[in-house]
């Protein structure tokens, strides 16, 4: 059974850094692709950003291209966000998920999701 735990939230001021980290237990994380997803208050979920398995494609939506970098580190089996130069847009609790689809959702497939961590960018 796939379990998820993220780490490395909390506060920043904008044009800091922060660094997430999404920990996977029972699989291996290089044969899974990661998504991580983000929800802000009063807003829809959206995808961030997403690692692919064995090939290890990336993808990233259009804000934060430049800024943020996803990797894996397959001997720690863990999946990394490093967010750099943060706005405050990219305030929310971020979510690493065991899925790549922009709705997070895939038909036929049993999803895993981690508790998330709470990012906050402000002045």
């Known amino acids: 059974q796939v379990q998820l735990v993220e780490s490395g939230g909390g506060l920043a001021q904008p044009g800091e850094s922060l660094e997430l980290s999404c920990a996977v237990s029972g699989f291996r994380a290089e044969w899974l692709a990661i998504g991580w997803f983000r929800q802000a208050p009063g807003k829809e979920r959206e995808r961030v950003s997403c690692?692919?398995?064995?090939?290890?494609?990336?993808y990233y939506r259009d804000s934060v291209k430049g800024r943020f970098t996803v990797s894996r580190d397959n001997g720690l089996n863990t999946v990394s966000l490093k967010m750099d130069t943060l706005e405050s847009d990219d305030t929310g609790v971020y979510y690493c998920?065991?899925?790549?689809?922009?709705?997070?959702?895939?038909?036929?497939?049993?999803?895993?999701w981690g508790q998330g961590t709470q990012v906050t960018v402000s002045a």
């Open positions: 690692i692919s398995g064995a090939e290890g494609i990336t």
């Open positions: 998920a065991t899925v790549c689809t922009d709705s997070g959702t895939a038909p036929g497939v049993v999803t895993t």
